[in-house]
């Protein structure tokens, strides 16, 4: 629950802001792809392709069929190992 329980009970929007809340994930999802794809092992093209960022995460998602969170997180994991 919020801090401000008392707030929102007092206004009557609490319910407002759970839905607004339900929504953005809801949404979130589908534009990052999060619940597209089916959780597999990574290959060393994807590294590869990950590492060389040439094109939008975005698009990377749909060629190698990963969600933009999935690369964000590998990029960031493969860029610490070798700092």
């Known amino acids: 629950m919020p801090k401000y329980k008392k707030y929102y009970e007092a206004k009557g929007e609490m319910e407002k802001y759970h839905d607004i809340a339900k929504r953005w994930k809801k949404g979130y999802r589908k534009r990052t792809g999060s619940d597209r794809y089916i959780p597999r092992e990574w290959s060393p093209e994807d590294d590869k392709l ?15 069929q990963r969600s933009v969170t999935a690369i964000q997180v590998r990029r960031c994991r493969l860029k610490g190992n070798k700092e």
Do not use: A, F, V
């Not at 990950?50 to 190698?64: M, V, Y």
């Open 50 to 64: 990950i590492l060389e960022h040439k094109i939008p995460d975005r698009e990377l998602s749909e060629q190698i």
